[in-house]
């Protein structure tokens, strides 16, 4: 891997008070995607924004410096929305972005106030349209979860010409990934009201796949620590907001459920 010095930002690195244990006066994006907005490693947080058509982050540290201010620098990193991203487990600075413009990407960033890369590390082209979501492995480092409309690829970035494997695709939009703890599994929700999960080392088809969501509206799923459970936030037939708690051996019935309220709109 390269490591590129240039930045076109020397000079975009606004100081931010501090307001309440809070980072204000900065405009993140409003764009729609199945990814999430924000990020953080234990140093650094990392933002999408709304400039440059959403294919721009914001990057800063996770404390204050001595003056009580955040020192923010954007970071130019694609052409097209940004939709998901997601920092290295083993690796603070290393920052993994996916994007509607159907690239993976991965950045060495550095601390703010620092000149930022003006080029990705590794460039990953998955083929398959435009890119939702991106997680890396919890115990295999370089090894990443890429998820477009429908599918999810493996993908190891020391070896970027070609996916690992491709999981078995979905019937509807690809809602959220969450890998376990370990490692040894992967679990995915979808508009199909799907719940599957994945042992990627075994077969390419689920190991488990229920009807459980409620709802096929947006939905998230996460792994809780290293249990076989797992954690889903969506709705309700009545359009509530629900969480669910699940046993991932057997995805028949939620173990436990808590309404949140009726979405608005």
């Not at 100081?15 to 204000?24: E, M, Q, R, S, T």
């Not at 996770?62 to 020192?71: A, C, L, Q, R």
């Not at 082209?125 to 997680?135: K, Y």
Request: aromatic share 6%; hydrophobic share 35%.
């Amino acid at each position: 891997m390269n490591r590129f010095k240039t930045s076109k930002f020397k000079n975009t690195t606004p100081k931010i008070a501090k307001k309440d244990g809070w980072i204000g006066g900065i405009r993140a994006g409003s764009f729609t995607s199945q990814g999430a907005n924000i990020k953080s490693s234990p140093r650094l947080v990392a933002f999408i924004t709304e400039q440059a058509g959403g294919g721009m982050l914001g990057l800063t540290s996770v404390d204050p410096g001595s003056d009580g201010k955040w020192t923010v620098t954007p970071i130019s990193c694609h052409a097209d929305l940004i939709t998901d991203l997601d920092f290295s487990p083993f690796d603070d600075d290393l920052l993994a972005t996916c994007s509607a413009d159907e690239t993976v990407r991965l950045w060495r960033v550095c601390e703010p106030g620092q000149e930022q890369p003006g080029a990705a590390e590794v460039s990953l082209f998955p083929g398959e349209g435009r890119l939702e979501l991106v997680s890396f492995h919890p115990t295999s480092s370089g090894l990443l979860a890429v998820g477009s409309t429908k599918a999810v690829q493996l993908w190891d970035a020391s070896r970027p010409d070609a996916p690992l494997a491709a999981l078995e695709p979905h019937s509807e939009q690809l809602q959220s990934v969450s890998w376990k703890q370990d490692g040894t599994l992967l679990v995915s929700s979808c508009k199909d009201k799907k719940l599957r999960v994945f042992d990627p080392r075994a077969q390419l088809t689920p190991v488990q796949s229920s009807l459980c969501l409620q709802n096929n509206k947006d939905s998230r799923v996460i792994w809780v620590k290293d249990s076989d459970h797992i954690l889903t936030t969506g709705f309700d037939q009545m359009r509530s907001r629900e969480v669910r708690l699940w046993d991932s051996r057997k995805l028949g019935s939620s173990l436990g459920s808590a309404n949140l309220g009726t979405a608005s709109g």
